[in-house]
T-cell receptor, first 119, second 112 residues
């Protein structure tokens, strides 16, 4: 079964508007972490934001925020005030388990969402 | 800091050839990882290391080998290259499993 699901293969957003990229996850662990990475057309993977399962507040990093709904097992990325440079692939990833557990070394990636920002 | 560096950037191999993908990080991270990314997909873990001398298999280790003789370097060896190994390979490192992983720029490998 897929552990990370990104249901939007592609999305458009108008420049300066906000956009939400969906991510749902599946785990039976109580301790886990959720990451979002950006992959521009140049190919590198850029870390954006992290949410721990025990974090009570939603994570924010500049224009990025993570809408974490634990009961629904969703960790949606919100990008405010979109810029042309935000056009890229976005990957949601999950780390399961506690520190030093075998599963904790592995990031499980979703299939990604391609975002295109229109001028 | 250069972060995570990978060489080469591109490589074309013939079936059955071998090669080593190099990865170096200068952040003194104990944890290092190798991923592959197939077209239109997310990344899958090949091997990881929790420190010099310690490595273990990830999700898709078949056809690959790794070694970790120093904290900085984590080379990935492909023996007997096959077309199924055509992919983009990323090396990454992290301070701990709870922290974000920093990725190298990737190596695009084609096996013909």
């Amino acid at each position: 079964a897929q552990k990370i699901t990104q249901t939007q293969p592609g999305m458009f957003v108008q420049e300066k508007e906000a956009v939400t990229l969906d991510c749902t996850y599946d785990t039976s662990d109580q301790s886990y972490g959720l990451f979002w990475y950006k992959q521009p057309s140049s190919g590198e993977m850029i870390f954006l934001i992290y949410q721990g399962s025990y974090d009570e507040q939603n994570a924010t990093e500049g224009r990025y925020s993570l809408n974490f709904q634990k009961a629904r097992k969703s960790a949606n990325l919100v990008i405010s005030a979109s810029q042309l440079g935000d056009s890229a692939m976005y990957f949601c990833a999950m780390r399961e388990g506690r520190q030093m557990m075998d599963s904790s070394y592995k990031l499980i990636f979703g299939s990604g969402t391609r975002l295109l920002v229109r001028p | 800091n250069a972060g995570v560096t990978q060489t080469p950037k591109f490589r074309i191999l013939k079936i059955g050839q071998s090669m080593t993908l190099q990865c170096t990080q200068d952040m003194n991270h104990n944890y290092m990882y190798w991923y592959r990314q197939d077209p239109g997909m997310g990344l899958k873990l090949i091997y990881y290391s929790v420190g010099a001398g310690i490595t273990d298999k990830g999700e898709v280790p078949n056809g690959y080998n790794v070694s970790r003789s120093t904290t900085e370097d984590f080379p990935l060896r492909l023996e007997l290259a096959a077309p199924s190994q055509t992919s983009v390979y990323f090396c990454a490192s992290s301070y701990s499993t709870y922290n974000e992983q920093f990725f190298g720029p990737g190596t695009r490998l084609t096996v013909l």
